[in-house]
């Protein structure tokens, strides 16, 4: 569940066109993403290390709140809690700061600004930024990045960990006002599940 979050999370993230350079078309879709009220999003994932699935995410700021068919995270600035549907539990974590750089979709998004060189294509309707690790070792090593010319919204990532990529596909992102309490887990919510505490 870790990885695929991972995954979405990302969302769930330098030639000159149409007047904008790559890293212009990048900082305007972490902007869209980086609502301080927060945003919420559908995607799909295909992938041929993890498997294909769909789900929902709300981000606000550091916050996030994943769901998938097989699980449901909630990430609250410091504790993070991920409900397994399968076992009915719940394990209880406190995230590193570089375990957040890889599940956080706000960090994630503004990952290009440090450790990647990137060009651009742009078609009539978006823009394609191409971006590749300085260093070969890093766990992402490339991406592909499609962003809307009209809402400046990713519609799309690729990216490549290790010899496999994995394609998400965003819809619906919208700014949403999220209350604090929806990146929290409410026991009352799951009365009958296990919660193991591992900080």
Do not use: C
Not at 64 to 77: C, L
């Amino acid at each position: 569940m870790k990885k695929i979050v991972v995954l979405i999370t990302a969302v769930l993230f330098s030639a000159l066109s149409f007047g904008q350079t790559a890293k212009q078309v990048l900082d305007k879709a972490a902007a869209a993403v980086s609502s301080k009220s927060g945003v919420t999003a559908s995607f799909t994932m295909s992938s041929a290390q993890y498997g294909n699935t769909s789900g929902t995410i709300s981000v606000k700021g550091r916050k996030f709140h994943a769901s998938v068919p097989m699980a449901t995270m909630w990430f609250d600035g410091k504790t993070q809690w991920t409900y397994m549907k399968k076992n009915n539990e719940v394990n209880v974590t406190t995230p590193t700061e570089a375990q957040l750089q890889a599940i956080n979709p706000y960090n994630f998004i503004n990952m290009y600004k440090k450790g990647f060189k990137y060009t651009m294509t742009s078609s009539a309707s978006s823009h394609v930024v191409h971006l590749t690790a300085t260093n070969q070792k890093q766990k992402v090593r490339e991406m592909f990045i499609t962003v809307s010319k009209k809402t400046n919204a990713p519609t799309e990532v690729k990216m490549l960990q290790g010899t496999k990529w994995t394609t998400f596909t965003i819809t619906n992102l919208k700014n949403m006002k999220l209350a604090d309490s929806e990146f929290s887990f409410n026991s009352k919510d799951y009365p009958t599940a296990e919660v193991i505490d591992l900080r």
